[in-house]
């Protein structure tokens, strides 16, 4: 017995492609379109050219596979091949991608060096077992004495570090690289030579400016700024605490327009100059 189809769902069923992905409107067939494929693949075969493994059909949700595994099971109840043999829809593929990536790591759980029994993580499990890896981590690294990893934490909260941490951790996965592949990159200290300069010489424009509170203040704030990065181009280990500093850098906007303008101009500096320190702390 065979459904009703029209023609765009026929030519969908018949394509010739080996390969096929089935996006169409909401209620439009693509369950019914899928399952008839799959039932004239496992039909027109015999035992030995179309065993259940020879099609894999992947759906974005769990109940959408379902709903087609069962509609398969439902159609090819009885059905026979031309060898009389039957087709054992348990044994078919027909899932999520992740299902398939997880039946295919529990069959080779021992080449994968993994538990056969594992389950996928939920997000919540999944943050909690990476807090602990980092903070493994960071005692590892800790307890091997002084280190950039020392100054990091002293200056930056750990929960920041962490966060900093899983996020890299996030993005080399996703795009397919390993941590490994990271490497630590020197700050640029041309730019950062030419941050520390134009600071200078902003300092020194407010210094000639009428001296008041925030006049000092913003020179005192930029002269330690100047320092924190000055320390950081003379030794790497020194960055974290520069970024620390370029982080609590703050000026006062009060005063006359030309003393705003150079605190804000020192403060789109210092800004810049924060994230080229902080690339290269990571
Ligand atoms: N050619 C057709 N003739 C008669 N009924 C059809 C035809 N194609 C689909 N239908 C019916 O329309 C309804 C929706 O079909 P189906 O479930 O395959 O769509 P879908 O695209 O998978 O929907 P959803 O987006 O909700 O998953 C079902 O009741 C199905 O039997
Ligand atoms: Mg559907």
């Known amino acids: 017995m065979s459904v009703e189809l029209n023609r765009e769902q026929e030519a969908v069923v018949e394509s010739a492609s080996r390969d096929l992905f ?46 087609i595994a069962e509609r398969v099971r439902e159609r090819l109840a009885g059905a026979a091949r031309r060898d009389g043999s039957t087709f054992d829809v348990d044994r078919a593929w027909i899932s999520t991608i992740h299902g398939m990536c997880a039946r295919l790591l529990r069959r ?5 060096g993994i538990d056969p029994l594992f389950s996928v993580g939920s997000e919540v499990e999944l943050r909690a077992l990476r807090q602990e890896a980092f903070e493994r981590a960071a005692k590892v690294q800790l307890a091997q004495g002084p280190s950039g990893t020392e100054t990091l934490l002293d200056t930056v909260r750990t929960g920041d570090v962490f ?23 020197s700050p640029d200290a041309g730019a950062l030579r030419g941050a520390a300069d134009r600071l200078g010489e902003v300092r020194g424009e407010l210094l000639a400016a009428p001296t008041t509170q925030t006049v ?24 974290p605490a520069a970024v620390a500093a370029s982080q609590r850098f703050k000026q006062a906007k009060r005063g006359s327009e030309a003393v705003k303008r150079l605190a804000l101009e020192a403060e789109e500096i210092v800004g810049v100059a924060g994230e080229q320190l902080a690339q290269a702390v990571v």
Not at 108 to 112: F, V
Not at 216 to 238: G, H, Q, V
């Open 108 to 112: 080779h759980a021992l080449e994968a």
């Open 216 to 239: 000092e203040a913003n020179a005192a704030a930029l002269e330690c700024m100047i320092a924190a990065i000055e320390s950081a181009l003379a030794d790497p280990a020194a960055a």
């Open 22 to 67: 089935v996006a169409a409107a909401a209620g439009s067939g693509k369950t019914r379109v899928i399952t008839e494929r799959f039932v004239r693949i496992a039909l027109t075969g015999t035992a030995a050219s179309r065993t259940p493994e020879s099609v894999l059909t992947i759906t974005f949700t769990e109940k959408a596979a379902e709903e």
């Open 163 to 185: 966060e900093g941490v899983a996020a890299a951790y996030e993005l080399c996965h996703s795009l397919g690289t390993d941590v490994t592949d990271l490497r630590r990159s």
